[in-house]
């Protein structure tokens, strides 16, 4: 019940295009949705994230869509850039003061061609 | 995430080797977080510590893996008679007194290889 599914495990988009990348979970305590973007050699970097309350949160070209009866979330990268090629995390948690552990989904790594 | 230091970056041990990981946090943050990443999987957490306290341990492997956040100094990952199935990059999190979700920085990691 604590996991975080994600797909696609890969993703090939061309310059300019959208990127789409799904999680779903089972836990319906999980008030908290934060996608990471990491870098190869370096840790995971908070990119944008969302609660329940909203249904979509958009931050510059980074989108947030939250479907909260069918447990799942997904990432949209609008007009994607060869600096967007990355790995991405999404990841849930409860958001109880004293213990925000985060659950992670395994990654989808990214890769924009010319 | 660049204010969460972590050292070393990259540590080889030969199995049954102790390995050290240290972790310190932001200044002002007083909740540390470990993680492990093995390859081309997610990140799995480990434990949670405040200043002398270990809050949360639920991922933390039985045996072999300890961790501490003194008062004084960095956090510590221990790993002790390392095996091959150890070799992972271990993340370290921190966050302030007040916790606010969207404040947990990460570090860089440290890459622990074991031959």
């Known amino acids: 019940q604590q996991q975080v599914k994600q797909s696609p495990q890969s993703l090939i988009v061309q310059k300019g295009g959208i990127s789409i990348i799904n999680c779903a979970y089972e836990n319906t305590a999980f008030d908290y949705f934060p996608w990471y973007q990491q870098f190869p050699g370096k840790g995971p970097a908070l990119l944008i994230a969302i609660r329940p309350d909203v249904s979509e949160k958009k931050e510059g070209r980074f989108t947030i869509s939250f479907n909260k009866s069918a447990k799942q979330f997904s990432l949209h990268i609008m007009d994607s850039q060869p600096g967007d090629s990355a790995t991405y995390f999404c990841?849930?948690?409860?958001?109880?003061?004293?213990?925000?552990?985060?659950?992670f989904g395994t990654g989808t790594r990214l890769t924009i061609i010319p | 995430n660049a204010g969460v230091m972590q050292n070393p970056r990259h540590l080889v041990r030969r199995r049954g080797q102790e390995a050290r990981l240290r972790c310190s946090p932001m200044?002002?943050?007083?909740?540390v977080y470990w993680y492990r990443q093995l390859p081309e999987e997610g990140l799995k957490f480990m434990v949670y510590?405040?200043?002398?306290?270990?809050?949360?341990e639920s991922g933390m492997p039985k045996e072999r893996f300890s961790a501490e956040f003194p008062k004084e100094g960095p956090s510590i990952l221990r790993i002790q008679q390392v095996v091959r199935g150890d070799s992972a990059a271990y993340f370290c999190?921190?966050?302030?007194?007040?916790?606010?979700?969207?404040?947990?920085?990460f570090g860089e990691g440290s890459w622990l290889t074991v031959v």
């Open positions: 510590l405040q200043k002398e306290n270990i809050i949360d």
């Open positions: 990841a849930a948690s409860r958001s109880n003061f004293g213990n925000e552990k985060l659950t």
């Open positions: 200044k002002g943050h007083s909740h």
């Open positions: 999190a921190s966050s302030p007194l007040a916790v606010k979700l969207d404040t947990i920085y």
